[in-house]
Every structure is written in structure tokens, then in C-alpha cells.
């Protein structure tokens, strides 16, 4: 498995914009896809966003396209999620994962941080 630390969540107004980051314990270019995720109490986890080392992948969920990006630094095994024009509905704790290729379920998991965006 791979570790996983997310980092850059907060507090924001709503219309406000935060980036949030994820890094990998160790290089895992070429076979991983990695994933960004949210998931709130009691609700159905979603996916956001998703993207691959090599760059062939870079998905974007309809729900927040247009204002969420993933984007990657290879030589710093970090991936991240611009996050602009926040809404409060927004509010969430957002999962960073990564999966081997070939593989369905996404394996490994961050720790997550919360994001808040106040109306």
C-alpha cells in the first residue's frame, strides 16, 4: 500500500477558493491512478476527480467541473485539487486515494481533511 498525506483544507468563504494537496510515500509512477474523494456523515463517498502519473488520465466529476482541477508534481509525488468558486454545499471531508492500475477499488486512503466554506 501507499501512505497518503492530504493537506490544505480549511475554512473559506463561500465564492473563496483553497488547493489542496496530496503526497505518496513513494514514487509510484506509471501503475497507480490517483484520486481525489469526499465523503460527508452519513452520505455516499464521491469521487472528484482523478489522474495518473503518466498523464494519460485526468477526469473531472461533472458535479464540480469548471471549477474544481487535479493536476500532479512527479518530481514531488504530489497530486492536487484546485478547488475555486466554492459553494457551501461544498463542505466536506475530502480523501486523497490511489489504486494500482487494473485494479476496481482504490486501496489506499489519506487521512482526509476537512474542508468548510461559510455562506
Known amino acids: 500500500q501507499v501512505q497518503l498525506v492530504e493537506s490544505g483544507g480549511g475554512l473559506v468563504q463561500a465564492g473563496g477558493s483553497l488547493r489542496l494537496s496530496c503526497s505518496t510515500s513513494r514514487r509510484t509512477y506509471s501503475n497507480y491512478i490517483m484520486g481525489w474523494f469526499r465523503q460527508a456523515p452519513g452520505k455516499e463517498r464521491e469521487v472528484l476527480a482523478l489522474?495518473?502519473?503518466?498523464?494519460?488520465?485526468?477526469y473531472v466529476a461533472d458535479s464540480v467541473k469548471g471549477r474544481f482541477t487535479i493536476s500532479k508534481n512527479n518530481a514531488k509525488n504530489t497530486i492536487y485539487l484546485q478547488m475555486n468558486s466554492l459553494k457551501p454545499e461544498d463542505t466536506d471531508v475530502y480523501y486523497c486515494?490511489?489504486?494500482?492500475?487494473?485494479?476496481?477499488?482504490?486501496?489506499?486512503w489519506g487521512q482526509g481533511t476537512q474542508v468548510t466554506v461559510s455562506s
Open positions: 489522474i495518473s502519473w503518466s498523464g494519460e488520465i485526468n
Open positions: 486515494a490511489a489504486k494500482p492500475r487494473g485494479e476496481k477499488e482504490f486501496s489506499s
